[in-house]
């Protein structure tokens, strides 16, 4: 499992009086232009492993849920490519033998990884000694990249979507802002 967590770019951008741009600009092009300040945070994240689990742990006798399902066969056999319609081969596990466990390991395959990157862009409006204007927009996933939660790993009624990655993550979602300071 690998995370890494970036902060990029973090900062107020150089435009404006006593800046490296602009730093001869009238008021007015200094007021609308000056002042802005952009934020982004980059997460990428290699998938979790998970387990694959029985349809109910009542074949086993067991008082608690959680029955691993039985290995029959390869999740990754030769020549599979993965992808959202096919995570692994369901095709590998079955229901356990009454009255037995199942063999699988414990976290036996990865989930789908987290590539996103969040982005804010503010300004802030100086409106007397006290009192303060900041717009701002932010945006969460800004690229719109496809993240999806693990598959269905359960051998139950749901299994003809076993292996797919049915349930993808929020899309692109972006709000503005205002906000007062007195």
Do not use: C, M
């Given at each position: 499992m690998s995370d890494a967590f970036f902060s990029v770019g973090a900062g107020n951008l150089p435009f404006g009086r006593?800046?490296?741009?602009?730093?001869?600009?009238n008021r007015?092009?200094?007021?609308?232009?000056?002042?802005?300040?952009?934020?982004s945070i980059l997460t990428a994240q290699s998938g979790l492993p998970f387990s694959v689990y029985?349809?109910?742990?009542a074949q086993c006798g067991c008082s608690s849920g959680g029955l691993r399902a039985e290995l029959i066969g390869n999740p990754f056999p030769a020549g599979f490519h993965q992808s959202i319609d096919q995570w692994f081969d369901p095709a590998a596990f079955s229901d356990p033998p009454p009255e037995q466990y199942g063999n699988s390991g414990r976290n036996i395959i990865a989930g789908p990884g987290l590539t996103?990157?969040?982005?804010?862009?503010?300004?802030k409006f100086q409106l007397g000694e006290k009192r303060m204007l900041q717009v701002?927009?932010?945006?969460?996933?800004?690229?719109?990249?496809?993240?999806?939660?693990?598959?269905?790993?359960?051998?139950?009624?749901?299994?003809?979507?076993?292996?797919i990655l049915t349930q993808p993550m929020p899309a692109r979602v972006g709000q503005l802002?205002?906000?007062?300071?007195?």
């Open positions: 006593g800046q490296a741009i602009g730093g001869q600009w007015v092009v200094d007021g609308l232009v000056a002042g802005w300040q952009v934020n029985a349809t109910s742990s996103d990157l969040d982005f804010s862009l503010f300004k701002r927009g932010e945006y969460f996933n800004i690229l719109n990249h496809s993240n999806f939660l693990y598959p269905t790993s359960t051998t139950d009624a749901t299994w003809n979507t076993g292996g802002a205002l906000k007062f300071v007195f």
